[in-house]
């Protein structure tokens, strides 16, 4: 939250509850946000995003919207938007401001150097609850005279690539920049090359954990328990230079990550 | 999905949910997961305008973009409820 103030950007939040329901809830969560009320989901229909898979006569899901969230300018563009299909993962604040400032990470960063690099893997924070997403930002920065490989390219090289593990990760995916062509003259080949400074983004999506312990959803996660755990960033490459060509080669850092205490269902409106 | 399909499979969750959850098993809770936003929409598209509102507050004061936004924007987030 902070974050996104911090970028001039503010939050809202639409439900279709009343002013009572909303009022004990900001209350007792102590929301920094307003928390507008739809009553009836007139605004929710006007953004044609009311949940028309709920049968008209279901007496409390009739009126929710499809869970989203739009980053609007001042004039009201949509100037990004992000919709899920299961209202259990949420994307976290800090990924949006990632996502749309770039530069400004560094809250949970850790750094590799290599006779051919300098690299910093970057989460978006240090701290998030299960089944949040958090953006990922790895900067390479080549020492002069060397390259790494990007896709495509012949087997017998190792492109590029960011891949997380560890109990807490679920669903990850990181987008390079195009490559450049290079003709190698010693080689006579045209391969994909990262010369210079490199950065790619991407996201890390931490598993979701039941946050009651409801029988039937025992099998979807082992519970995540709250506290300090690991991540585990492995770094695969290969560098080359004019003269020199290194293996393929593996760097495994490790990020620390705090997952929050799960909240208390909410209260109920007096 | 079928409609039908989908809203029995709602229907029959929602009930069993407000007995307590027994019947539910895990299979069954993710098809209902699935039925919820099965075709979800998005709304505005990247680029458009979204449509001008009023709404109030939890403190009942009305708001509307204009009061709500920062200097570079809103960040607006549409959930289901805060009762459940």
Redesign the interface.
């Known amino acids: 939250m902070i974050k ?2 911090n ?11 009343g ?1 009572d ?3 004990a ?2 209350k007792a969560y102590k ?1 920094g946000y ?5 009553q009836g989901s007139n ?2 229909r ?4 009311l ?1 028309t ?3 008209n006569d ?4 009739q009126g ?18 992000v ?1 899920v ?4 993962f949420r994307r976290t ?1 800090s990924e ?1 401001v990632l996502r749309n400032f770039g530069a400004g990470v560094g809250d949970n960063s850790v750094s590799i150097q290599t006779g051919a690099f300098t690299a910093a893997i970057s989460l978006s924070s240090d701290r998030c609850f299960p089944g949040q997403e958090l953006g990922v930002i790895l900067d390479i920065h080549m020492n002069p005279g060397w390259h790494i490989y990007g896709k495509p390219l012949p087997e017998y090289y190792r492109a590029v690539e960011l891949q997380f593990s560890g109990d807490l990760v679920g669903n990850q995916r990181m987008d390079f920049p195009e490559p450049k062509t290079k003709l190698m003259p010693a080689l006579d080949e045209t391969l994909s090359v990262y010369e210079e400074h490199l950065r790619a983004s991407g996201t890390l999506g931490i598993r979701w954990s039941p946050p009651m312990p ?7 996660a082992k519970t995540i328990a709250p506290g300090k755990h690991k991540v585990i960033g492995t770094l695969r490459f290969q560098a080359c230079s004019e003269t020199a060509c290194e293996p393929p080669d593996e760097i495994a850092v490790e990020l620390p990550l705090s997952i929050n205490e799960g909240v208390p269902p ?1 209260p ?2 007096t | 999905m079928d409609p039908k399909e989908r809203g029995e499979i709602l229907n029959d969750i929602a009930r069993k949910m407000g007995a307590g959850g027994a019947g539910i098993n895990t299979a069954s809770w993710l098809k209902f997961v699935d039925a919820q936003n099965d075709g979800y929409r998005t709304g505005p598209a990247i680029g458009a305008r979204i449509p001008a509102f009023e709404l109030p507050d939890h403190n009942g004061v009305t708001r509307a973009l204009s009061n709500l936004t920062g200097t570079n924007g809103l960040l607006l987030v549409f959930s289901r409820s805060a009762a459940w």
Do not use: C
Not at chain 1, 7 to 17: C, P, Q
Not at chain 1, 34 to 38: E, G, R
Not at chain 1, 58 to 61: C, G, L, T, V
């Open positions: 996104l103030q970028r001039g950007i503010n939050a809202a939040s639409v439900t279709y509850d002013g329901v909303l009022a809830f900001s929301i307003p928390m507008l009320s739809d605004v929710i006007a953004f044609g995003i949940n898979n709920i049968p279901h007496p409390f899901m929710i919207p499809w869970p989203g969230e739009y980053l609007v300018a001042p004039d009201g563009t949509v100037l990004d938007k919709f299909p299961s209202y259990e604040a949006i409801a029988p039937f959803l025992k099998p979807l909410p109920k409106a």
